[in-house]
């Protein structure tokens, strides 16, 4: 509900409120606290809490670095050097090791386990002086034309208030305010669903290739294998609906069948012992119609989410909480230039999902896959490539030139091979249109 007029009787005052405590949330709290402003944290849940979403990028630890959570996260990560792609289509497996990228000072990153990842970041925010609230559910913001009244629930049904000049929505998937504004979009260009779970006793590669992300594409999608250090391993199948909608037997017996066709990742799991619940979620790839308004801005999932195949989910969402914190910090130091912050907010917000988004359209395609597994580094575009694996789209890496002769090699791929395009296109195609009539089933329900 929005108004315009201001409600009384609030039971709290801040600067700037923050619906969520995962990376997103926690990070803009860390950085707005800092810069001297009332933050009041938000989360719906309890931490440690089971979330998806394990392995991080190269260009997340300098975030890290800069939080100053690097040593926690590393005494609870398992060390990731590169990524291996396994195609059945192909005789050979290909590894990409990320200091062979552009900028060879982010040579790896980690695997983590995200109830402790984000536990350790939402502790931080707390440290750092911003109120965290934990088991408190927003159930309603009312815009006013200066700020908004947030009201929230807690686990024991209590309910308060707090008035707030700035509301950032850091809500994950629930999309708080792009529900609340009917904001949101889903993208049937690429719709997934996935199931996962966790084994003990996975065969995992040796020295420093133990903590590698392998993909494992299959017929209907692709596998992660990620290796924690715990000793147990994430797997998960992503796949298309119309996949999904073959289940004719319990959640468990079908991610088994799963993989049991994919020899490659069977033989990695032959022996291993599944030892959590067989879980899914149906991965809608959606896009808000905005990034911002006045009083407001959407960061990380809040405002978009797309196929994580190139684990990009916790970078974008601490990402989008630096420029955001810069954004707000702008907005309520100097009014006069609030639209102009927001606009630079905007124009990065934008920038993430839009270069890897190029990437995941096309990664199920034959002929990208082949530039994949196969890759050349004729004018460093094999570099760049692997910069964009390591998530380096946000710096000063000189990247972009090689990233564009990347494209026109596959322009130019896909018009010498107009039977294969034709094919692909017309799979996709299909794959799209079974998405839109089922989103049209459930709309009609």
């Not at 929005?2 to 700037?16: A, I, M, R, Y």
Request: glycine residues 8%; aromatic residues 12%.
């Amino acid at each position: 509900m929005q108004s315009n007029t201001q409600s009384s009787g609030v039971d709290h005052v801040c600067d700037v409120l923050i619906i969520g405590g995962g990376p997103a949330g926690t990070t803009a709290a860390v950085l707005l606290a800092e810069k001297g402003h009332r933050v009041t944290v938000l989360e719906k849940a309890r931490h440690p809490r089971f979330h998806i979403g394990e392995s991080l990028l190269p260009s997340n630890l300098p975030l890290l670095e800069r939080l100053g959570v690097a040593d926690e996260v590393k005494a609870i990560g398992m060390e990731k050097w590169g990524a291996e792609f396994v195609s059945p289509w192909h005789e050979h497996h290909q590894t990409f090791e990320f200091a062979e990228a552009w900028d060879k000072s982010m040579p790896y990153a980690y695997q983590v386990r995200r109830s402790e990842f984000d536990e350790i970041l939402i502790r931080n925010a707390g440290r750092k002086g911003a109120e965290v609230i934990e088991g408190c559910r927003v159930r309603e913001v009312e815009f006013l034309p200066e700020g908004a009244i947030v009201r929230a629930e807690y686990d024991d049904r209590r309910s308060e208030s707090w008035q707030t000049r700035f509301v950032i929505d850091a809500s994950g998937r629930d999309t708080f305010l792009g529900n609340l504004f009917k904001a949101k979009q889903r993208n049937p260009k690429h719709n997934s669903s996935s199931i996962y779970g966790h084994f003990r006793d996975a065969r995992r590669h040796e020295g420093r290739k133990e903590g590698h992300i392998t993909i494992f594409w299959f017929e209907h999608g692709w596998f992660w294998f990620i290796p924690l250090a715990d000793g147990t391993t994430s797997v998960g199948m992503v796949t298309w609906p119309y996949y999904m909608k073959t289940r004719k037997k319990p959640l468990k017996e079908f991610f088994l069948d799963g993989i049991a066709m994919c020899p490659p990742l069977a033989e990695r799991l032959q022996g291993a012992e599944l030892i959590s619940e067989i879980d899914a979620t149906g991965n809608f790839s959606y896009v808000c119609d905005r990034t911002h308004g006045a009083n407001y801005l959407l960061l990380g999932d809040a405002y978009a989410f797309i196929d994580p195949v190139f684990s990009s989910g916790v970078l974008l969402a601490m990402n989008s909480a630096f420029i955001g914190a810069d954004a707000v910090d702008a907005c309520l130091r100097n009014p006069a230039q609030a639209q102009a912050a927001l606009d630079n907010f905007d124009r990065l917000m934008k920038h993430g999902p839009k270069e890897f988004s190029w990437f995941i359209y096309r990664v199920t395609n034959p002929i990208m896959r082949d530039m994949f597994m196969a890759p050349r580094n004729i004018f460093r575009v094999k570099e760049a490539l692997l910069s964009v694996l390591a998530g380096d789209i946000f710096g000063k890496t000189p990247i972009w030139g090689s990233l564009r002769i990347f494209k026109l090699i596959y322009f130019i791929a896909m018009l010498s091979n107009p039977v294969r395009s034709f094919t692909a296109w017309r799979n996709r195609k299909r794959n799209i249109q079974y998405v839109e009539a089922s989103i049209q089933g459930i709309s009609s329900q």
